[in-house]
């Protein structure tokens, strides 16, 4: 244990020298953490819309006002002709194009019926069909009140119609922030401490202070621990501060305990600082350490379910989402914080991490060789 107490003496004195190291563990993550929450939202906003009425009835004309007063479309264009609002979607500035038809109006009240054309740029494929989703329930929304409001009641044919009552449960403001924020915090959390685990040994070969350890009566367990536990407290306390951040910038309280949450986090912190280690053990330069923990890293991230469903993925890609720590650390964060979950409710996941905790350390202390100094 004494041994181990002066490596942990040894490592702290070497961050405290290093300003550098202070500076990049928290002024970086609280700046990413106040940005990349208003950049990561899944709400549609401000579609670029181009109107062809060839109507030009007062039908038609609130059928527009009332698209744009949805907030989610900004018109843009309102063109004589399909081929102009075509040209305005080529130039990029349109993204829908909605064509009223000739005689529209009296269509709809005539025949009860009547048609619109929809034209959507799908190069951004999410935005194209979150657009034309929009604009097709506000259509039907406009279509309800026609027949409801204005149509004679012996002019309408009576359908039967299904109404749907919902109820948004654990998030019922639909406040993507609450969903985001704490996924980014682990994705944060990640990223920081797996970047400067796998950097620790390297940095004592390329200073030479390796050679010194090697010489020295120090068990590879000690030396380990002595690198990890360091930076474990380091994390934890990156945690606390995003949490803070989460809390006064954002509002979001978790409506579950703090301590789950720091449960959690100190075994999954266990995984990823041994996973660092592991690269560590490996890399010859922490150039190389750098851009593997940047590889694996990004498949996590992007594996996790925190900006798509691991549902939604193929059956390979869920099969890597459950080979990534991850992925639970961003569960359980969300369930804890919308759902209120507590430690019964994550112990399958604190057990998950735990495996992954106890595979990458061990595999790090077995490949961590003396010699290689």
């Known amino acids: 244990m004494r041994t181990l107490r002066f490596l942990l003496q040894k490592e702290l004195r070497q961050m405290r020298r290093d300003p550098a190291i202070w500076r990049i563990l928290f002024l ?219 809390r006064v910038v954002f509002g979001i309280v978790p409506l579950g305990h703090y301590a789950t949450i720091y449960l959690f986090a100190g075994v999954y912190l266990l995984s990823i600082l041994g996973l660092g280690l592991l690269m560590s053990t490996y890399a010859q330069t922490q150039q190389q350490s750098m851009l593997v923990s940047f590889f694996i890293t990004m498949i996590f991230n992007l594996m996790s379910g925190l900006y798509t469903p691991v549902e939604s993925m193929p059956e390979w890609g869920q099969w890597i989402a459950r080979l990534t720590p991850v992925s639970y650390f961003i569960q359980v964060m969300r369930m804890v914080v919308l759902k209120g979950s507590g430690v019964a409710d994550i112990v399958p996941h604190i057990l998950a991490v735990l495996g992954f905790a106890v595979v990458f350390n061990g595999w790090a202390i077995l490949n961590y060789k003396k010699r290689r100094g």
């Open 28 to 246: 970086m993550p609280v700046i990413q953490l106040l940005i990349l929450p208003l950049a990561a939202d899944y709400e549609v906003k401000n579609i670029n819309l181009s109107v062809t009425d060839h109507d030009r009835s007062v039908y038609s004309q609130l059928l527009v006002r009332k698209v744009i007063a949805s907030g989610y479309f900004r018109l843009t264009d309102y063109s004589p002709g399909f081929g102009t609002a075509l040209r305005a979607v080529e130039r990029d500035k349109a993204d829908l194009i909605l064509e009223i038809p000739p005689r529209w109006d009296r269509d709809l009240i005539k025949d009860g019926s009547a048609t619109l054309f929809i034209a959507v740029n799908a190069i951004n494929g999410v935005k194209a069909g979150l657009g034309a989703a929009y604009l097709q329930g506000i259509i039907q929304d406009y279509n309800a009140e026609v027949r409801a409001k204005w149509l004679a009641p012996a002019r309408m044919n009576p359908q039967p119609v299904i109404e749907v009552q919902y109820s948004d449960w654990f998030n019922p403001h639909m406040n993507y922030r609450f969903f985001m924020v704490p996924g980014i915090l682990v994705m944060l959390l990640t990223m920081i401490g797996s970047s400067f685990a796998s950097n620790n040994i390297v940095r004592e070969i390329e200073l030479g202070t390796i050679e010194q350890i090697n010489v020295s009566p120090i068990r590879k367990v000690h030396f380990i621990l002595g690198k990890l536990i360091p930076f474990w407290l380091l994390s934890m306390l990156i945690l606390t501060v995003g949490l803070i951040l989460a």
